[in-house]
């Protein structure tokens, strides 16, 4: 199993960003997968979960509701977290996990950052 995360980086307040997460060695269709953050002294926090089938299951951050959504391209073995009217507080390593059937996320990628600086 590996998830590769791109798409981060150094970007304005008010900006956007889409962060990608390539997948490969499992069935990705198969599986719900999850965009997670951990901002720099915080603990990690669950942003966004979307079903195998597409559907977004949840944006767990108050925050960023209405900012981010999650979607994914089952052909291209990808998932996608898009970003807007993004606030210095949303600055964090993002990372993207695959969640297995018992609701648990079971691999990880290496994250990427994204600051939002003016």
């Known amino acids: 199993v590996q998830l590769v995360e791109s798409g981060g980086g150094l970007v304005q307040p008010g900006g956007s960003l889409r962060l990608s997460c390539a997948a490969s060695g499992f069935t990705f269709s198969m599986y719900t997968m999850s965009w997670h953050r951990q901002a720099p002294g915080k603990e990690r926090e669950l942003v966004a979960v979307?079903?195998?089938?597409?559907?977004?299951?949840?944006n767990y951050v108050e925050s960023v509701k209405g900012r981010f959504t999650i979607s994914r391209d089952n052909a291209k073995n990808t998932v996608y977290l898009h970003m807007n009217s993004l606030k210095p507080e949303d600055t964090a390593v993002y990372y993207c996990?695959?969640?297995?059937?018992?609701?648990?996320?079971?691999?990880w990628g290496q994250g990427t950052q994204v600051t939002v600086s003016s």
């Open positions: 996990a695959r969640r297995n059937y018992r609701n648990y996320d079971d691999n």
């Open positions: 979307i079903s195998s089938a597409g559907a977004m299951i949840e």
